[in-house]
């Protein structure tokens, strides 16, 4: 913690989505994609933007489904670059 008692937070790099680039390789819309997945639009819009907050698995297990491929394919984690110390 530092002295205003705020816990400082690594930073650990984030997890990508990967949905716009194989649903364009594809050629699959947003509105199709929602409904073969058998979820709302703003759903698919959410992932397909990279906007996603907490992963559903189950809509995850589905999005693979229907494109037949694997969690890896979808997920991407990327590492902040190391920050220079003071």
Known sequence: MN????LLIQEYGRV?????????????S??????????RYEVIDK???????????DILARICFVLRCGVGDLLVYR????????
């Not at 002295?3 to 705020?6: A, I, S």
């Not at 947003?30 to 979820?39: D, E, G, I, K, Q």
């Not at 590492?79 to 003071?86: D, I, L």
């Open 16 to 28: 990508e989505l990967r949905l716009r680039e194989l649903m364009d390789q594809r050629g699959i």
């Open 3 to 6: 002295e205003q008692g705020v």
């Open 79 to 86: 590492e902040q670059p190391a920050q220079p110390r003071s």
């Open 47 to 57: 992932w397909y933007k990279n906007q996603v907050e907490k992963i559903d698995a």
């Open 30 to 39: 947003r509105n199709r994609m929602a409904r073969l997945v058998n979820t």
